[in-house]
């Protein structure tokens, strides 16, 4: 075979001389602080059970999907599913996806047109930034979380912009944070803009029955679309943009990622609708993680932890400037049991290198008490 052409070799050079370079982890028999599973749903036997369940009924035994949705893939389980997860987030529609990846690109790179302006968070996740790259609306990025410099930018493109959409995320992968969501409301309503909001880390947390922060604070009629995915706290995998019904009519005719990919093989849909059974039923589960993301921010203050960034959701990080040195606190929290990845520029800003802590309803107090012991010894 040929060897990797030299640019790109200098390429993946220059990231292992800034210790950067990524590699695929192996499986570690550690404790859980990495994995977006907040709930324990992906391992609990009753979403398996529930899926085969789902399956049976439908009278579906067929392995894969067998072509995109729009040829022989849309079998009988999607409908189900997308009138389930509508009625659940109290949206008018709902559109599956492969993946929140594959909902971020497709909705992004098609709805905004060329005389629309998207105004986003500047730490929104990637995979909506590259949807943004293959558009055709112009971008400008806001401080995070910074409501007034979104509405500056606003006021300086309003006179260009055939529509606003303002977009941003219910709780942010890499910091935790959410930004006020009522207030951007008031501003999206004042300048008539669009709100686009990625709620993938929210869905199954907050909200009565895990409905997302948005239902949680009754603005599901202020919001254009609603992005939720299904692999971090409920269990599965995919993903669903939720609107009015002609936005999903849009996105099946003009959604790229939809159209030209070999749909969710049946048993992952009849997991996604197993999952959202369950859901509701997971409130000491819901409330156990609470406990456990107080507790985990108490530990942090009792100890003196320098770097905590402030966030009431399970995602929970602690900045440790400089790729290197990230990785070798986390390499020593690795050493002494407790799975914990370093996040290096860049994916965060050069400088805001940190340890990310996912949160889930089943460590325990002595758990999290001893990593952060073993974090305070080493800074």
């Known amino acids: 075979m040929k060897a990797l052409p030299p640019h790109l070799a200098k390429k993946l050079q220059t990231r292992a001389d800034e210790g950067a370079l990524r590699s695929l982890p192996g499986a570690l028999p550690l404790t859980d602080f990495a994995s977006n599973d907040y709930l324990g749903l992906s391992g609990n036997l009753a979403l398996h059970t529930a899926a085969q369940e789902i399956l049976t009924q439908n009278q579906n035994t067929a392995g894969g999907a067998t072509g995109s949705r729009l040829i022989t893939g849309n079998h009988n389980l999607y409908p189900k599913a997308e009138a389930t997860i509508a009625t659940f987030h109290n949206a008018e529609s709902a559109l599956l996806f492969n993946s929140g990846y594959d909902a971020n690109i497709g909705f992004f790179s098609c709805v905004p047109q060329k005389n629309d302006i998207v105004l986003y968070d500047e730490f929104i996740h990637a995979s909506i930034r590259d949807g943004l790259r293959l558009g055709n609306a112009a971008s400008y990025k806001f401080r995070h979380n910074d409501l007034n410099a979104l509405e500056k930018l606003i006021l300086q493109h309003r006179e260009k912009a055939q529509e606003f959409y303002i977009v941003t995320e219910s709780v942010f992968s890499m910091d935790g944070d959410s930004p006020n969501l009522k207030q951007l409301a008031g501003i999206a309503a004042k300048y008539n803009c669009r709100i686009v909001i990625d709620e993938a880390h929210a869905v199954g947390i907050f909200g009565t029955n895990g409905e997302g922060l948005i ?55 009849a997991t996604i609708s197993a999952a959202y ?19 985990f921010k108490a530990e942090a203050q009792r100890l003196n932890i320098k770097g905590l960034i402030a966030s009431s959701s399970a995602i929970q990080c602690v900045v440790i400037p400089g790729n290197n040195k990230v990785k070798q606190v986390a390499a020593h929290l690795q050493q002494h049991g407790y799975n914990i990845k370093p996040i290096l520029s860049p994916t965060v800003p050069k400088g805001q290198e940190r340890l990310r802590f996912c949160l889930h309803s089943y460590n325990t107090r002595q758990e999290i008490s001893g990593v952060l012991t073993c974090l305070k010894a080493i800074l």
């Open 215 to 269: 239902k949680q604070t009754e603005l599901e009629d202020s919001v254009f679309a609603r992005i939720v995915t299904f692999g971090k706290a409920m269990g599965c995998h995919g993903a669903a943009v939720l609107g009015v019904k002609e936005l999903k009519e849009y996105l099946v005719n003009f959604a790229r990622s939809l159209i030209y990919t070999t749909g969710l093989p049946p048993h992952a849909v």
């Open 277 to 295: 059974m369950l859901i509701p039923q997971q409130a000491e589960a819901r409330q156990a993680l609470y406990n456990n993301i107080s507790f």
